[in-house]
């Protein structure tokens, strides 16, 4: 969207030459009056004193090279877009990169004199570089990588993956700003075409309405009467406190939610049908109003999808397909996404979210599970609690205990629980049955190792009545 309406998708220049290869001689060998370059073409010769490399500029996208971050160190990228800079020469390009040792919500626009020439890579076949790259990991990095990272879209086919990743691969916004706080975002987000020429958006922080300029949110905030979300309050400790939002009778305030949302979520395709969420929003309170920390969503009516492509917006949309009766999932899921903003992460407020999301299960009678597939953060959030909440139980309780029993007292699935114990080698084969090891050594050291919890929820605060229940 916003920045491919001023990028290349194609590369115009021949592919990076070898580092042996020399200029075409003209005139019988002559290599005084070499054949000229086409206008958008240059060639850089590395330095002398080194191993003598010609590199093509621009880089072509899918260029690999080593970029300086913002560490002051040079770690591999691949280049995934080029544009022109504004009023530059005809080689003057920016480079939109991935940095292939990390996460996406880091890929970044930079400029010609952040990555070295020197390291240039010619393209090399993608199947064969993943193999030698694993090969190369230690056993410690490959079990970082399977803690940290997760697919995102198991849902969707092969091609509507690929148009689905084309059209996001560029961040369209680089910057918001929210409240009294200026957040560099992740991730693409299609907002409407009106805002395809925005680097950074301003939100209100409480109708999260989103403008172009400054001076219009400043104009706005002097109208705006909300100054919490458009909502039931239905917890307050201290100055912790949970709205629900009913999509269906506040749709503005939940797209809107939605698309700020997407920002910072790469997993998660953007919701339009809201009507059949209820969104829980936590806020810090103060004497300006409730401000939005974080929020997680939750359907109401069970339904079938498909996958729409909508090529005005550049993503795919999951729209209705049919109704299933029922009221609530068949799946049992309790949420649907989550989120905690960048400036309010590892306070312990997403644990308090996913917390908060199994209270309200208990509160129905039923046991609860996240949507997947989870993003990467969300997945290590989500163990960590479940190993938590499990091991705190098994320290205290005496005698036996079975899944089923861990599941009723929890309002976790059975299928969680039987999973974290297993990652936790806690589940062993004796005398023909699975049973649970529970020594209170190796329990003690599995706490150890999850980390602290985050905020607990004060049950006796809540005051929810179930959706069902509601009249």
Known sequence: MGSSANTETNGTGPSPSSSNQKPPAMNGGDLSHPPPLALDQAIVMSDPSKKRKMVMLPLEVGTRVMCRWRDGKHHPVKVIERRRIHKGGPNDYEYYVHYTEFNRRLDEWTHLDQLDLDSVECAVDEKVEEKVTSLKMTRHQKRKIDETHVEGHEELDAASLREHEEFTKVKNIATIELGKYEIETWYFSPFPPEYNDCVKLFFCEFCLN????????????????????????????????????????????????????????????????????????????????????????KVIQHIIYRYVWFPLFGLLIKRNFYWVQEKHSEEAYNLACILTLPPYQRKGYGKFLIAFSYELSKKEGKVGTPERPLSDLGLLSYRGYWTRVLLDILKKHKGNISIKELSDMTAIKAEDILSTLQSLELIQYRKGQHVICADPKVLDRHLKAAGRGGLDVDVSKLIWTPYKDQS
Do not use: W
């Open 210 to 297: 989103f403008m172009k300029r400054k001076e219009q949110l400043q104009r706005h905030m002097r109208k705006c009467d909300l100054k919490h979300p458009p909502g039931d309050e239905i917890y307050r400790s201290g100055t912790l406190s949970m709205f629900e939002v009913d999509g269906k009778k506040n749709k503005v305030y939940a797209q809107n939610l939605c698309y700020l949302a997407k920002l910072f979520l790469d997993h998660k395709t953007l919701y339009y049908d809201v009507d059949l969420f209820l969104f829980y929003v936590l806020c810090e309170c103060d004497d300006r109003g409730c401000h939005m920390v974080g929020y997680f969503s």
